[in-house]
């Protein structure tokens, strides 16, 4: 079973930033995409950015597009997302996921595709 730890969440002002971890682990197929999504109270989880296992291509959702940057390290065990310019509507719990196996040279984040989650992390914009 794959596994995720999330980290890196908290509160923080408008304007700043944050980075996302996500530890993942118990991978036994070697061609999968990673996806960020996050949910406010209230309203359905999105998706917000995917990397691949194998080509590192990503996809950024329109919301974020400019502010947010998906990339994960050389060890291929931890995805990052690096948020910048924070809004407040910013604000919900971030997942991440897998999808397993992918094979496409680009991922998507639509989280229907994706099989496995993380527990969350909050972020919480405010001043």
């Known amino acids: 079973q794959v596994t995720f730890v999330e980290s890196g969440g908290g509160l923080v002002q408008p304007g700043g930033s944050l980075r996302l971890s996500c530890v993942v682990s118990?991978?036994?197929?070697?061609?999968?995409?990673i996806g960020w999504f996050r949910q406010a109270p209230g309203k359905e989880r999105e998706g917000v950015s995917c990397?691949?296992?194998?080509?590192?291509?990503?996809r950024v959702a329109d919301s974020v597009q400019g502010r947010f940057t998906i990339s994960r390290d050389n060890a291929k065990n931890i995805v990052y997302l690096q948020m910048n310019s924070l809004r407040p509507e910013d604000t919900a719990v971030y997942y991440c996921?897998?999808?397993?196996?992918?094979?496409?040279?680009?991922?998507?984040?639509?989280?229907?595709?994706?099989?496995?989650w993380g527990q969350g992390t909050q972020v919480t914009v405010s001043s």
């Open positions: 996921a897998a999808e397993i196996p992918f094979y496409g040279a680009v991922c998507y984040i639509d989280p229907e595709r994706y099989d496995d």
């Open positions: 118990g991978f036994t197929e070697d061609y999968y995409a």
């Open positions: 990397i691949t296992s194998e080509t590192t291509m990503t």
